[in-house]
Nanobody, 120 residues
Framework: QVQLVESGGGLVQAGGSLALSCAAS????????MGWYRQAPGKQRELVAA???????NYADSVKGRFTISRDNAKNTVSLQMNSLKPEDTAVYYC??????????????WGQGTQVTVSS
């Protein structure tokens, strides 16, 4: 089991910045990837950014050049720096961790979600 605690988020004007952070605890030795998803009202949850244990990053096209994901393996944290925010970035953001071992299938874990609201 992995437990996730998120922090950050809030309300910001368009063009502003926010940072999200997520700390993982529990069975952290099997963590493969850490990342962030978001879900806006009436829409499906979508990947925002993710980083593997090897440092490979993946970003949604809509956030490339504006958001930066970083991972601290020593502290088991993942952060998302969001710059040049747009109203369409408004959503609930969820921390996501995927665990994987040679003997088990990948298993996702989710944080409780944190609201990000960007006003125009």
């Amino acid at each position: 089991q992995v437990q996730l605690v998120e922090s950050g988020g809030g309300l910001v004007q368009a063009g502003g910045s926010l940072a999200l952070s997520c700390a993982a605890s529990g069975n952290i030795f099997s963590i493969h990837s850490m990342g962030w998803y978001r879900q806006a009202p009436g829409k499906q949850r979508e990947l925002v950014a993710a980083v593997t244990s090897g440092g490979t990053t993946n970003y949604a096209d809509s956030v490339k050049g504006r958001f930066t994901i970083s991972r601290d393996n020593a502290k088991n944290t993942v952060s998302l720096q969001m710059n040049s925010l747009k109203p369409e970035d408004t959503a609930v953001y969820y921390c996501n961790v995927v665990t994987k071992t040679p003997l088990t299938a990948p298993r996702p874990y989710w944080g409780q979600g944190t609201q990000v609201t960007v006003s125009s």
